[in-house]
């Protein structure tokens, strides 16, 4: 924190931060606090920057890597996350930390400013709104600093970070706080932000700013990793009831007269790979499915899958808060494919083979899992034998982002989707005994995400709590995967599962050894991040175990 603080003083942000913490000498033309923060107008303007600060891609792609979502891929020849060599130094660690400082600094900056001026009683309502949505991404981004840097989320007596209530003075040290200490800073900023805060936004943007879906969802996430059961479902069930939004279907009808041995299908839209795709003729109803599906214009088509056009943001679909990725602002994408999510776009990571296998299986009743086909291009290039395929044989693309209308790279964030709030649901009645009614909250996602229009998905059944809870998690494997979900799931949710260490197939790490291992425990000192170096060198906090 004190590291990106001396940072911010000797940068200049857009013209909106003053130089107060570097010298006391106001220079001409100077656009200070005072200056800035006059009118209601201003603080919307800061706002905006701030909503630009907001970055969870490095806890995404740390959680791929870290765990047994990803390979490595044909353009990357090494990476030291990826064999579990963490250290202080660790770049994703430093840019988890930097990034979500940052976004509490703007907020804290915002807050400060707010107080110097007292708005017209006209505009009081619009002033607190912005105050709200400020202290709802300042409490978002302390418990998402939480999430990778504190040992125990449900121990209100374990270390956590620093507290950042402010805007520090450069000559401040300021202390790792307790988890509980945490927690009621964080929800004092949740409680005032739905006392203040104003949706006035259309609903096709609505979901990329703070509004009432994310404070719900946010809460039922937190609580479920603090192991407040009760309060977790209650919240994800209120989303359930009262969001507005539904899971996004994945079915698709056949198109007339499709041709049923169609080998070859015409390019078509954005960011599309190789013109073929991978499977054997069209024998089977799913597999004549399979090219139609690739054949229409997946970012402009309404006849593309609901599901499917949610990642290609063509759609809001069951995002209850996303963070705004416009085109050439941030290309995410290119975290995991240099240039585009196709064979040729410089793969570099590709899809963990134990992953892609789970959305190879037979969902039941006729139903097909569209999972495989949305977050794999059709470019990928499947071996019959994985256990011999080299990292050019076998390159299986991550197509979860596959870039919007007129990008290859850019998509928006999807912080909290409504498929999360089911599987909160879902945990939390295992935890109460209903194991009937788990099974029924996983058996709508499952569903939502067959394709073949008339199959009906099983509803699984549980012979015990740990059957269910490895249930749970495996469905969160498959459906939350490169979101930023399974480094923590595993660490918090794994031992209930009866799963006790990350799952990589054996081809998917090349430098397995007693020092490189191919998969750690779950109690690995590793499922908590290393406080970064940087930080601690200007300030006195105390390092994780292990580090």
Same mark, same amino acid.
């Given at each position: ?23 006391? !000498? +106001? ?45 490595? *891929? ?46 017209? $009683? ?18 978002? #981004? ?18 956590? +970070? ?23 800073? &964080?929800?004092?900023? !949740? ?11 259309? &609903? ?12 719900? $969802?946010?809460? $039922? ?14 919240? #994800? =069930?209120?989303? !359930? ?46 597999? %004549? ?13 309404? %006849? ?22 416009? =085109? ?17 776009? *410089? ?63 850019? =998509? ?28 029924? %909250? ?25 059957? #269910? ?14 979101? *930023? ?11 209930? #599962? *009866? ?10 790490? @090349?430098?397995?050894? %007693? ?21 601690? @060198? ?10």
């Amino acid at each position: 924190m004190k590291v990106f603080k001396i940072l911010l003083v000797l940068s200049v942000f857009a013209g909106f931060t003053g130089c107060e913490d570097a010298t006391d !000498i +106001v220079q001409k033309g100077e656009l200070n606090d005072q200056a800035l923060f006059r009118n209601v107008e201003n603080m919307q303007l800061y706002l905006n920057e701030t909503y630009d600060r907001f970055s969870v891609e490095s806890d995404i792609v740390v959680s791929s890597v870290l765990t047994d979502e990803v390979a490595l *891929g044909s353009g990357l020849t090494v990476n030291d996350t990826h064999r579990f060599f963490v250290v202080s130094t660790n770049g994703y660690a430093r840019s988890i930390w930097a990034n979500h400082y940052s976004l509490i600094n703007y907020c804290n900056r915002l807050i400060r400013g707010a107080a110097l001026f007292t708005p017209p $009683a006209g505009d009081l309502p619009a002033y607190n709104s912005i105050l709200a949505q400020a202290r709802a991404l300042r409490a978002f #981004a302390h418990f998402q600093l939480m999430v990778y840097f504190s040992p125990d989320l449900s121990n209100n007596n374990a270390l956590g +970070v620093v507290l950042a209530d402010r805007v520090p003075a450069i000559e401040d040290d300021l202390p790792r706080v307790s988890n509980g200490t945490l927690y009621t800073f &964080i929800e004092n900023d !949740i409680a005032f932000a739905e006392a203040n805060l104003i949706e006035v936004l259309p &609903i096709t943007v609505s979901h990329k700013f703070v509004n009432f879906n994310f404070l719900n $969802a946010f809460k $039922a996430r937190m609580y479920l990793y603090r192991k407040d059961y009760v309060k977790a479902l209650q919240f #994800a =069930n209120l989303v !359930i009831s009262n969001s507005g939004v539904t899971l996004a279907q994945s079915t698709f009808t056949l198109p007339a007269n499709y041709p049923a041995t169609t080998d070859v299908i015409p390019p078509t839209g954005t960011g599309t790979g190789s013109t073929t795709i991978n499977v054997q003729p069209s024998n089977t109803p799913a597999q %004549a499915v399979q090219r139609a599906l690739f054949q229409i214009d997946q970012w402009n088509s309404t %006849a593309a899958p609901a599901y499917r056009r949610m990642w290609v943001d063509a759609d809001k679909g069951e995002s209850l808060m996303s963070i705004d990725r416009p =085109n050439n602002r941030s290309n995410f994408s290119s975290q995991y494919n240099t240039n585009g999510s196709y064979w040729t776009g *410089g793969p570099l990571f590709d899809m963990g083979r134990n992953l892609f296998n789970l959305y190879t299986q037979p969902m039941g009743g006729g139903a097909q899992d569209f999972r495989r086909w949305c977050f794999v291009d059709r470019s990928a290039t499947i071996s019959t034998d994985p256990n011999s395929a080299t990292r050019t044989d076998e390159v299986i693309v991550i197509d979860k982002y596959p870039g919007k209308a007129g990008s290859h790279t850019s =998509n928006d964030i999807k912080l909290f989707r409504l498929s999360e709030m089911y599987f909160i649901r879902a945990e939390c009645l295992v935890r109460n005994g209903d194991l009937a009614g788990a099974a029924a %909250a996983i058996q709508l996602v499952r569903q939502a995400r067959n394709y073949i229009v008339g199959a009906v998905v099983p509803t699984p059944t549980y012979a015990s709590a740990q059957a #269910a809870f490895a249930d749970i998690l495996l469905e969160r494997r498959k459906e939350l995967a490169f979101e *930023g979900h399974r480094y923590i799931d595993l660490k918090r949710l794994g031992a209930d #599962a *009866g799963v006790t260490s990350t799952d990589r197939f054996s081809q998917d790490s @090349n430098n397995s050894s %007693a020092t490189s291992p191919a998969n750690i425990d779950i109690t690995d000192y590793r499922f908590t991040l290393p406080i970064p170096q940087d930080e601690r @060198n200007v300030n006195n906090i105390p390092q994780n175990n292990g580090y």
